[in-house]
């Protein structure tokens, strides 16, 4: 079966690490015909008038899926995230990142593993992008907090958590504080969970003692349900704690069908064009994309994609076939080639 899928490079190692996703994607034999769009700074250099111009959005729209390399976002200043844009556009609200220790990347934290899902509520909270100088030296962000995107996303988590068969959801929150906004995500979460109860396990903690908790005994966590900023905050500390923003895939899903499938990490223009960055994640984000496609169309033949290419990686990180960040010596381009060559032998 025929599969389209948008591709977006995006900006910085983007190009880098996409162009390394496809090579692996197209070795492990699913059959998925690339359609190239552009956005972030990548779509202004090419003549656009937007970062996010309508003709991206407009492929989204029609092909149901895109695989999304990261977009530059200026600090302090300039125009508007394209990520977050994008996810409100599409109504992508649930964004998932399985953050998983692995053989062949070590940390202090690989006995006894971690094995958390991040659930991050995408289309509101802080990045609701209101904010206002009262007067010079004053200025107040607003945080939007709105009954239905609560409930939607405490449902899309606890039934991620039940149809995957995980043990506990935890809730992080800060309603000690923000009693009304985080007050209002917490009780929508609390409701929704009591519909769910001898299914799943359901608890909340305080976000700051939480993430304590996180980095003390991270077994003690499965699926991480949280609002916007914190769930950002989450994924990266998340990563942390199994190798890096370099093993840490993610997608985003929404109520119109339409999913996009990114890895965690940024455009890192510190590396970029060096062909040092690490591809896994979004090689990862792939494997991601192909489970989708897989239950989404019932082609086994994604599915057997997917298998391949984890075993392929699998295999490179444990003998030691690894880009920089993760101790090893190969670029951009040589690790998804190991990759690549590991999957066809598996074909
Ligand atoms: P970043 O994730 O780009 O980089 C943080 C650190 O991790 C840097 O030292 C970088 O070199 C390293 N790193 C990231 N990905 C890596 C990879 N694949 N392999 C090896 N090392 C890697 O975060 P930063 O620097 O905060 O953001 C840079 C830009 O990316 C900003 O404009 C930000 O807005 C944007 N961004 C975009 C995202 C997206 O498109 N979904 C997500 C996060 C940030």
Not at 15 to 37: K, M, N, S, T, Y
Request: glycine share 10%; with cysteine.
């Amino acid at each position: 079966m025929k599969h389209t899928v948008v591709l977006i490079p995006g900006d910085g190692i983007g190009p880098e690490v996409a162009d390394a996703a496809r090579l692996v994607l197209d070795a492990a034999g699913a059959d998925i015909e690339w359609v190239e769009r552009y956005a972030g700074l990548a779509a202004v250099e090419r003549g656009a008038t937007e970062t996010l111009p309508a003709e991206t959005i407009d492929a989204i729209r029609s092909h149901r899926v895109a695989l999304k390399g990261p977009c530059t976002t200026p600090i302090g200043e300039g125009f508007t995230s394209v990520n977050v844009a994008l996810r409100k556009r599409l109504a992508l609200f649930g964004a998932v990142r399985p953050v998983r220790s692995m053989d062949g990347v070590p940390t202090r934290y690989s006995d006894p593993g971690v094995d958390i899902v991040v659930i991050r509520e995408n289309t509101e909270g802080l990045y609701a992008g209101i904010e206002n100088q009262i007067t010079p030296g004053v200025v107040t962000s607003l945080k939007v907090v709105t009954e239905e995107a609560s409930r939607r996303i405490a449902r899309f988590a606890l039934d991620y958590a039940v149809t995957r068969g995980r043990r506990k959801v935890t809730v992080l929150h800060k309603a000690n504080i923000m009693k009304l906004g985080d007050g209002l995500f917490v009780r929508c979460c609390r409701d929704e969970a009591a519909a769910y109860e001898g299914r799943v396990e359901y608890e909340e903690r305080i976000i700051d003692a939480g993430s304590m908790g996180i980095v003390q005994r991270p077994e003690d966590f499965d699926v991480l349900l949280c609002e916007n900023l914190y769930g950002d905050v989450m994924s990266d500390l998340c990563a942390g704690l199994v190798g890096g923003l370099g093993v840490t895939p993610g997608a985003n899903f929404g109520s119109d069908h339409y999913a996009v499938f990114e890895a965690v990490h940024g455009s890192a223009p510190d590396i970029a064009g060096q062909d040092v960055a690490n591809p896994l994640a979004l090689i990862m984000s792939g494997v991601m994309l192909l489970r989708h496609l897989c239950s989404a169309t019932g082609d086994a033949n994604c599915g057997e994609a997917a298998d391949r290419i984890r075993a392929a990686y699998s295999q490179c990180l444990v003998e030691g076939e690894k880009t920089r960040d993760l101790g090893g010596s190969l670029g951009t381009r040589a690790f998804a080639e190991a990759v690549a060559r590991r999957v066809e032998v598996l074909a």
